[in-house]
């Protein structure tokens, strides 16, 4: 193995390791998921869609929670411990060390939102009413193809948020300002980019562009629970591909520039 | 002959729009221990960090004519929780270019904390912690060491611990640069001197040369009578 991909691999070990191994990891990832498997046992009757559709509203605020509390202090706690200056005097890249966090955390994140959603699906599964025979056979009910849709896009909606909360760890200057940053970004995420584009009454397809929770929402309501038929799907994706390469880019510049 | 590690080349540094240091020249020889002296507040570990690459200089430039990794000790170091003494250090290998000839439990022992490898890092006394992040430069054998504030906060066993090392660091041919305030501890083992006055006045130079054209027979001589602190 390369040295790069050496340290690569260390800096995702470790990171993965801080986030399972905290008392505040367990706690927000024992919530998470808490919350993902009540509202499924409480929705699995309904079957796969409408499982899925009750945890979609859950979920625009879980993943963007979950990344927050999980990651906004890995790269700000490295840089005011001098553990960063450190790795750069070693000659480990920003775009390494920033790699290997970012992989890390999406790991953890994803695995947190994906696993608990998987085992949601196998709720639905075991749960979902069975007398009815025509509501048996509905794909709605019967098909669980909503709810693995619903898994793959959380875990891709895991990585536009991490590359924000990556940002503002490394935006900070100190630990109040990445909590006050993380507030800021869960409630943009969640609300304000969404608030905002209603209230300048912006065509759908560049609200979604603009808010990665509204691209998250349109894609698992018109791919995945097949409730919306012409959602802007492309604009959806674009919106997140293009918030992950803007952030990553700005916090790779910034993070290069400072000791 | 005289092999530089690192040099300095008409290097301005500024920090938070005052001027520390005006088109300032520098080399960092193969083993040779430099020291950075100057008063609280005067630049020195912004310097440190410039030479170590860690900060753009305002004008000139910092040359490296050695290959990473470079050993940085960080003024008030500290590690993430969650591992244990042994695994950060391992961690720090993984990172260096060769791997680290020297093992982790060797390495260990050299700083003293043989003993701690089980303890968890987080959990360490202030200056176990900088014993321990000595070990973390030592990690990648780097041609240079830069280590800020070593002996800060130190017993005398400890400071004469961090001292023997570097010591042996610098006879084993390393660039050794050393930001401190404990002048006394290492006055011996001094080669060249970096001595920063305000306002941004930086005088460089060889100790003994220094000690000549001063007219004082020790390091802190040389740095009262640079920065006119008087006794």
């Known amino acids: 193995m390369s040295r790069r991909g050496r340290a690569q691999l260390a800096i995702v070990r470790r990171e993965i390791r801080s986030l399972v191994g905290s008392p505040t990891g367990w706690v927000v990832m024992g919530g998470a998921v808490a919350a993902v498997l009540g509202i499924a046992t409480l929705s699995a009757p309904g079957g796969y869609q409408a499982t899925a559709v009750d945890l979609l509203v859950v979920l625009e605020v879980l993943v963007p929670a979950v990344g927050v509390a999980l990651g906004y202090r890995a790269v700000l706690h490295d840089r005011l411990s001098g553990e960063w200056a450190v790795h750069r005097a070693m000659g480990v890249r920003p775009r390494t060390y920033l790699q290997g966090v970012f992989i890390g955390q999406v790991t953890v994140v994803g695995l947190v939102i994906g696993g608990s959603l998987t085992v949601a699906t196998a709720i639905v599964a075991a749960g979902r009413a069975r007398p009815v025979a025509f509501l048996a056979s509905s794909p709605a009910v019967a098909d669980p193809t909503a709810m693995l849709w619903l898994v793959g896009l959380s875990i891709g909606y895991v990585v536009p948020i991490v590359a924000l909360v990556m940002l503002l760890s490394v935006w900070a200057q100190r630990r109040r300002d990445a909590i006050v940053g993380a507030v800021v970004v869960v409630g943009l995420v969640v609300i304000g980019l969404d608030a905002a584009a209603i209230v300048t009454a912006v065509p759908l397809p560049v609200m979604v562009v603009l808010s990665p929770g509204a691209g998250y929402r349109t894609l698992v309501l018109t791919v995945g629970v097949g409730l919306s038929a012409q959602g802007p799907v492309t604009a959806a994706l674009l919106g997140w591909a293009t918030w992950t390469l803007v952030a990553v880019g700005v916090t790779l510049r910034r993070l290069g520039a400072r000791p | ?231």
């Open chain 2, 1 to 231: 002959m005289t092999v530089t590690a690192i040099s300095a080349v008409g290097l301005t540094l500024t920090r938070g729009g005052r001027q520390l240091c005006v088109d300032c020249d520098l080399e960092l020889p193969v083993g040779e221990l430099t020291v950075v002296v100057g008063p609280n507040g005067s630049g020195k570990t912004t310097l440190l960090q410039t030479l170590a690459g860690l900060r753009t200089p305002t004008a000139g430039r910092v040359v490296h004519h050695v290959d990473p990794p470079l050993g940085y000790l960080p003024q008030r170091p500290a590690f993430r929780a969650g591992f244990t003494v042994a695994e950060t250090l391992e961690y720090y290998r993984q990172l260096a270019p060769a791997g680290g000839r020297a093992s982790v439990p060797a390495l260990l022992e050299r700083v003293g904390l043989g003993g701690r490898a089980d303890d968890p890092v987080d959990g360490l006394s202030g200056g176990m912690m900088r014993l321990f992040a000595v070990g973390v430069a030592l990690i990648g054998d780097p041609p240079v060491l830069l280590l800020d504030e070593p002996t800060g906060g130190l017993d005398p066993q400890m400071r004469d611990a961090i001292v023997a090392i570097v010591s042996e660091e610098r006879e084993g041919g390393r660039a050794v640069v050393l930001v401190t305030h404990g002048l006394g501890a290492i006055d011996p083992l001094v080669d060249r001197v970096v001595v920063m006055g305000e306002p941004a006045s930086v005088t460089v130079g060889a100790k003994d040369t220094l000690c000549e054209q001063t007219g004082t027979g020790t390091l802190e001589g040389l740095y009262r009578q640079l920065t006119e602190v008087g006794p």
